[in-house]
């Protein structure tokens, strides 16, 4: 079976972990130590007060249980809104 990385360019995903959840920007993938991460940037929103909004992250691919994609930050933004007032 061969090994398929989703192509994420152009869009903000929020990845799930079992202890958090983080959104970025335009994130791709890359190989560190041997082990695979998806790196990119904070996006608005995706933690408390916004303190991390713009920083460089990394989430490793292998702790990810599972994530959701939009198509820009206004929509994550918009979406992330409108669940918090539910």
Same mark, same amino acid.
């Given at each position: ?9 152009? +869009? #903000? *995903?929020?990845? !799930? $972990? ?22 990119? +940037? #904070? *996006?608005?929103? !995706? $933690? ?39």
């Amino acid at each position: 079976m061969k090994n398929i990385t989703p192509d994420f360019k152009n +869009k #903000v *995903v929020s990845f !799930s $972990t079992d202890d958090s959840i983080l959104c970025i920007v335009n994130p791709i993938f890359e190989l560190q130590c041997k082990k695979l991460f998806v790196i990119g +940037k #904070v *996006v608005k929103g !995706s $933690t408390t007060n916004d303190w991390a909004e713009g920083r460089p992250c990394a989430v490793a691919w292998d702790k990810v249980t599972d994530y959701m994609v939009f198509d820009s930050i206004e929509q994550y933004i918009e979406l992330h809104e409108k669940s918090e007032l539910n």
